[in-house]
């Protein structure tokens, strides 16, 4: 394994110029920007260079990660230094397979290295030279080298050896956020990815909606005649004597039964009409009563039973009252979607905040006695797209729409949970008088 250049060049001996000079270090770079040392490093580095070493420097790609960083400081020295050979050496890659190092190098036209059996600390072994400046603080452990054939070249005086030098520092100063917004980039990609999926899915089911909206259209019309026509016998049926009772009980069934479904289909048009009617004064008990209703076939498969704790007075909000169902809609589907396995209890009750204020603000609660939120969980649940039921089963986009619409209402919405035990939510709205 290639390491830190100062061990392997002393081994070398002669044969690398640099292997008589002392380490080069962050603090040795460091010691450059000295004022004295500065009028030294500006003898010996042409400006020009220190020009181009700051705008390959600004053009890092630093959310693509070290190995592409590093690697892109290759390319710049070796434009920089065009008969110079340069390169780097990755001693432990992330991600890349086991088996020894990586090497990057960019020889200059027309230069060949020579075939010089394999030196652990070179990566241009058939040169003359080489200088290996280490990376301070890489996570890949990587060495930028520039090597020669040149073997008159004074390596402590070196200008390229000195550049190289002072690129090394520069990366070792960008790496760090190189790592963070790597890391922070690939987050990014994966939740833009995570929510693109779920547009996707949303879409499908906002199409479901409409056709399904198209089907509840089309079934009024037959349910309509099966009431009236069902209605119409059994008036018929009393008319001639009442001798088939079984019948007109038969039919009364039959009229129930189509009248209940054809409510149903008129509640699903109403709610599945794009929301954002105009607001008015709307009395919220009327309002919660319609979306229970709605939710009547739900709560039935989940055994949930509603207790109303309604306050003696009739409260009103200014508001859409189709938006206000539509809260009470998703937040009674959730708990009937949290339902415990038996017992299941939906509280909803009113108040209003006893207040001398001419503004009363009115206070629902609904509270379920179901699975609860984990406490992980909770800060979340209002978040688009949150959902802990998988992608077929929600699409986490309930809470989001109660919370923008009391938002739309001068409201507010909070909740309080216990795992295992339930889950409250408590809405305020400014009362409407
Ligand atoms: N009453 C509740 N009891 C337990 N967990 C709840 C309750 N209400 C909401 N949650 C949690 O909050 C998450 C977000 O709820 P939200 O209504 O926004 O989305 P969803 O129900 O998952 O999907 P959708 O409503 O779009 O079908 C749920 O997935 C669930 O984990
Ligand atoms: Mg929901």
């Not at 089911?205 to 209605?231: K, M, R």
């Not at 001798?243 to 149903?264: G, K, P, T, W």
């Not at 889950?423 to 709205?429: A, C, E």
Request: hydrophobic content about 45%; glycine content about 10%; overall charge negative.
């Amino acid at each position: 394994m290639r390491k830190g250049p100062m061990s392997g060049r002393r081994e070398q001996g002669a044969a690398i110029a640099s292997a008589s000079t002392p380490a080069p270090s962050g603090d040795r770079i460091g010691d450059y920007e000295g004022s004295s040392s500065r009028a030294r490093l500006l003898d010996v580095v042409p400006i020009a260079w220190l020009d181009l070493l700051l705008l390959a420097v600004a053009d890092l790609p630093l959310s693509k990660g070290e190995p592409a960083v590093v690697e892109a400081m290759v390319h710049s020295l070796a434009a920089i230094l065009p008969t110079y050979a340069v390169g780097a050496c990755f001693v432990a890659e992330p991600g890349a397979p086991v088996g020894g190092p990586r090497e990057i190098k960019r020889l200059p036209e027309g230069m060949v290295e020579p075939p010089a059996g394999t030196d652990p600390t070179r990566i241009f072994p058939g040169l003359a030279y080489e200088h290996v400046a280490t990376i301070p603080g890489s996570a890949t452990g990587s060495t930028l080298h520039v090597a020669s054939d040149d073997h008159e070249l004074d390596p402590d005086g070196s200008p390229a050896v000195n550049l190289v030098e002072r690129a090394a520092s520069a990366l070792g100063r960008a790496l760090p956020s190189a790592g963070a917004i790597g890391a922070a980039m690939e987050r990014v990609r994966q939740e833009a990815a995570a929510l693109e999926q779920r547009m996707v899915h949303a879409d499908k089911l906002a199409t479901f909606g409409q056709v399904a909206a198209g089907v509840v259209h089309e079934l009024n019309n037959p349910l309509t005649s099966i009431v009236a026509y069902s209605d119409y016998l059994i008036r018929r049926a009393i008319e001639s004597g009442g001798q088939h009772l079984d019948d007109v009980e038969r039919l009364r069934r039959i009229s129930e039964s189509a009248n209940r479904m054809l409510r149903f289909t008129r509640e699903l048009v109403s709610y599945a009409r794009p929301s954002g009617g105009a607001a008015g004064p709307v009395v919220l008990h009327s309002v919660i009563d319609r979306a229970i209703a709605f939710c009547e076939h739900v709560l039935v498969a989940a055994g949930m039973r509603v207790e109303r704790a309604y306050g003696a007075e009739v409260l009103t909000v200014s508001a859409a009252s189709e938006q206000l169902v539509q809260v009470f809609v998703n937040l009674i589907t959730n708990a009937c979607q949290a339902a415990p396995p038996s017992e299941g209890v939906i509280l909803v009750a009113t108040s209003v905040t006893a207040s001398a204020l001419e503004q009363r603000s009115i206070v629902v609660i609904i509270e379920d006695n179901g699975t609860g939120i984990a406490p992980e969980h909770v800060p979340h649940v209002f978040a688009p797209f949150f959902t802990t039921k998988g992608e077929k089963n929600g699409t986490g986009l309930g809470l989001s729409i109660v919370k923008s619409i009391i938002g739309a209402h001068d409201g507010d919405i909070r909740v309080e949970s216990e795992l295992g035990r339930g889950t409250r939510f408590v809405i305020d709205l400014p009362e409407k008088r």
